[in-house]
Antibody, heavy 128, light 110 residues
Framework: QVQLQESGPGLVKPSQTLSLTCTVS??????????WSWIRQHPGKGLEWIGY???????YYNPSLKSRVTISVDTSKNQFSLKLSSVTAADTAVYYC????????????????????WGQGTLVTVSS | QSALTQPASVSGSPGQSITISCTGT?????????VSWYQQHPGKAPKLMIY???NRPSGVSNRFSGSKSGNTASLTISGLQAEDEADYYC??????????FGGGTKLTVL
């Protein structure tokens, strides 16, 4: 079955860019029908959707983070990535990658809002 | 986009049924049948329990069910068991093709 694994630095300095990669195994990102997603969880808090990407490169971002977020996909490596710029302590969180559902509407694959499976999550701390 | 509204906590005794609500707007919960629910145990990644309002993924107990009325979705857990004690989150697709989560509900099995 499909499995996802996050990787990247666990410590990032304030004002720098947080970079994480999610490696997908057991299935191909290029097969289509899914939106590959990033979600985070601040310590002791709830889930926050960051954004998702289709294998073709179509992206959707959380409006509150849009100015700082870039999600990209590398189908040759079966990976997708997250970059979050100008980080502060408020960006300290567990970051999850997940496969998001897609639905064919008007001859186009659009997100359908469910997430399964999830990676195990990786804690990223923003501190000098 | 604003987070969906969930009660902070609910509780029930073993064998009982509980319901967790998730309230949004006509731009998310009320506008689409794309509400999902997640169970999260401490230190673990969330697990999909319900998708598209009322569908259960393979392997999820039929004690879990979902429904929607207007701008409010609900998750019902029947025959409560100790292992159901966890945090539960709802999520909805929105009119902007984005997603939004609820604030989460802590379920305590008494």
């Amino acid at each position: 079955q499909v499995q996802l694994q996050e990787s990247g630095p666990g410590l990032v300095k304030p004002s720098q860019t947080l970079s994480l990669t999610c490696t997908v195994s057991g299935g191909s990102i290029s097969s289509g029908g899914y939106y590959w997603s990033w979600i985070r969880q601040h310590p002791g808090k709830g889930l926050e959707w960051i954004g998702y990407i289709y294998y073709s490169g179509s992206t959707y971002y959380n409006p509150s983070l849009k100015s700082r977020v870039t999600i990209s996909v590398d189908t040759s490596k079966n990976q997708f990535s997250l970059k979050l710029s100008s980080v502060t302590a408020a960006d300290t969180a567990v970051y999850y990658c997940a496969r998001g559902g897609g639905v064919l509407r008007f001859l186009e694959w659009l997100p359908s809002g469910w997430f399964d499976p999830w990676g195990q999550g990786t804690l990223v701390t923003v501190s000098s | 986009q604003s987070a969906l509204t969930q009660p902070a906590s609910v509780s029930g005794s073993p064998g009982q049924s509980i319901t967790i609500s998730c309230t949004g707007t006509s731009s998310d919960v009320g506008g689409y049948n794309y509400v999902s629910w997640y169970q999260q145990h401490p230190g673990k990644a969330p697990k999909l329990m319900i998708y598209d309002v009322s569908n259960r993924p393979s392997g999820v107990s039929n004690r879990f069910s979902g429904s929607k009325s207007g701008n409010t979705a609900s998750l019902t857990i029947s025959g409560l068991q100790a292992e159901d004690e966890a945090d539960y989150y709802c999520s909805s697709y929105t009119s902007s093709s984005t997603s939004v989560f609820g604030g989460g509900t802590k379920l305590t099995v008494l």
